[in-house]
């Protein structure tokens, strides 16, 4: 008998499919940094969002209220957004109408003017009073305008005079500081002329004829 057989040499086989040879690559730790942060300030992001969205909505509920608060002072009244900003001016300005302790300048030409209250026509038509006369120098007109986008403000023309005389002011002391300065002067033998201008309907004949009723 010949000699054993000589079994052939071990093969080895990499096998990707088994269990063994499978190797799970450690974790990159570097990378999951920047997808924590991008994580982080989408986050962030939305809080932000969520925070403008409240605040809009509270500052949208708080200028209703105070639309609607603005509205029940004049109801019904078509101009009541202009109405409210007249009255924002004139809370912030100082009043000090002319009054009879006040001095008399002596000038050799004075210019007055003096404000007509709304009459009850006006009043009826539920119409703005647009004029203000908050000193004995002073008469502020407002002028409500409109922006091309339709937004409503207020443009106030100031104009300075010799004596301003507001709604509240009798024809005594308008009688005081225009025409009895101008009675003295002819007296004592000088010349005088008082005149009294303005559109119709302004007051003009109301203030001659009441002063002269008073005076004469």
């Known amino acids: 008998m010949g000699p054993p057989p000589v079994p052939p040499p071990p093969v080895a086989v990499n096998n990707h499919n088994s269990a063994q040879n ?9 990378g ?18 969520k925070k403008n969205r409240e605040e809009r909505r509270a500052r949208q509920a708080e200028q209703k209220a105070e639309k609607q608060e603005l509205m ?4 019904g009244n078509p101009n009541w957004e202009f109405l409210a900003m ?3 001016y004139r809370a912030s300005l100082d009043f000090k109408p002319l009054c009879e302790n006040d001095v008399l300048d002596d000038r050799q030409i004075l210019v007055c003017v003096r404000k007509r209250p709304l009459n009850k026509k006006e009043l009826i ?12 120098e002073l008469a ?33 002391l308008v009688y005081r500081f225009t025409a009895q300065p101008l009675l003295q002067t002819i007296f004592d033998g000088g ?19 009441e002063i002269g009723r008073a005076h004469v």
């Open 72 to 75: 029940n002072l004049d109801p």
């Open 125 to 136: 038509r539920k119409e703005v009073d647009v004029v203000t006369v908050p000193n004995r």
């Open 32 to 49: 999951t940094v920047p997808a924590l942060r991008r994580r982080s300030n989408v986050v962030k992001e939305v809080e932000r969002l």
């Open 140 to 172: 502020i007109i407002h002028e409500p305008k409109l922006k091309v986008d339709l937004t409503k403000f207020l443009e106030n023309q100031i104009f300075r005079f010799d004596c301003a005389f507001d709604e509240t002011a009798n024809n005594e």
């Open 191 to 209: 010349m005088a002329t008082c005149f009294a201008y303005g559109q119709t309907g302004s007051g003009k004949t109301h203030n001659m004829r």
């Open 22 to 30: 499978q190797i799970v690559p450690p974790q990159n730790q570097q």
């Open 86 to 88: 007249i009255r924002e």
